[in-house]
């Protein structure tokens, strides 16, 4: 399978050695929008492209991707608010995307667990919640895709929580997102349910970030031949 790499920060180079580990190659590698020109013949070639790039290219790397009818697997994070808008023209378009907040097989089978416990916890409402996210100093969104892909599902179950807000709650019905970023913490995230006499927390902690380009690079190779808008759930198998 024939690799570019959009963006080449820690996670583009992890997912370059992990991309090789597998026998397969990296035709290009785009860090800067100028690479997209001088580079063309290459990406041009490549089976799939997989993007870990910036919140503020994302979407005109996707929309240069469906230009040239290559399939995309896109880890990079802070741009839900494109997100339908890039689905509809995937869709409109018959283009190959595959888009997730993370890609750890840990956190999707966490993601699960997440969302069975808030649907529980609906019930109980002397627990409040709250999600605790800590990464890189480097990470530039705030609050991570993940934290945010907590809430959402925690939104969508408990129903005396309407939105999400980040390090501070004005009103009860706030679901409270506490980002931290210190120096060389690939990603924990934390979500507690606290009430007068006890807590419940159930925790996902990454010990590097093998586990991400892995499961970028097992993307890659699942997207090839498919059309459509995809996302861990359809890779894993749960419905």
């Given at each position: 399978m024939k690799i570019t790499l959009s963006g080449y920060g820690?996670?583009?180079?992890?997912?370059?050695?992990?991309?090789?580990q597998n026998k397969h190659s990296i035709v290009a590698i785009l860090d800067t929008q100028k690479d997209w020109k001088n580079h063309k013949r290459n990406i041009d070639g490549s089976d799939v492209i997989i993007d870990f790039s910036q919140p503020d290219v994302v979407v005109s790397n996707i929309r240069r991707a469906f230009k040239l009818n290559t399939p995309i697997v896109v880890g990079t994070t802070g741009w839900d608010n494109q997100k339908e808008e890039i689905r509809q023209l995937c869709l409109a378009?018959?283009?190959?995307?595959?888009v997730?907040?993370?890609?750890?097989?840990?956190?999707?089978?966490?993601?699960?667990?997440?969302?069975?416990?808030?649907?529980?916890?609906?019930?109980?409402s002397e627990y409040d919640p709250t999600i605790e996210e800590i990464h890189h100093t480097q990470k530039l969104d705030k609050p991570s895709g993940t934290a945010i892909e907590l809430a959402k599902q925690m939104l969508e179950q408990i129903s005396r929580k309407h939105e999400y807000t980040l390090d501070k709650k004005t009103k009860h019905s706030d679901l409270m997102i506490v980002s931290k970023r210190i120096d060389e913490i690939p990603g924990t995230h934390q979500v507690t349910y606290a009430s007068e006499v006890d807590k419940i927390e159930i925790k996902h902690t990454a010990h590097n970030r093998k586990g991400f380009a892995s499961g970028a690079v097992k993307a890659a190779e699942w997207l090839i031949g498919k059309k459509g808008y995809f996302g861990m759930k359809d890779l894993l198998g749960i419905s």
């Open positions: 820690k996670m583009g180079r992890e997912v370059e050695r992990i991309t090789l378009n018959n283009q190959s995307l595959f997730a907040s993370n890609f750890s097989i840990g956190v999707n089978i966490f993601f699960e667990i997440n969302t069975m416990l808030a649907k529980f916890m609906d019930n109980y």
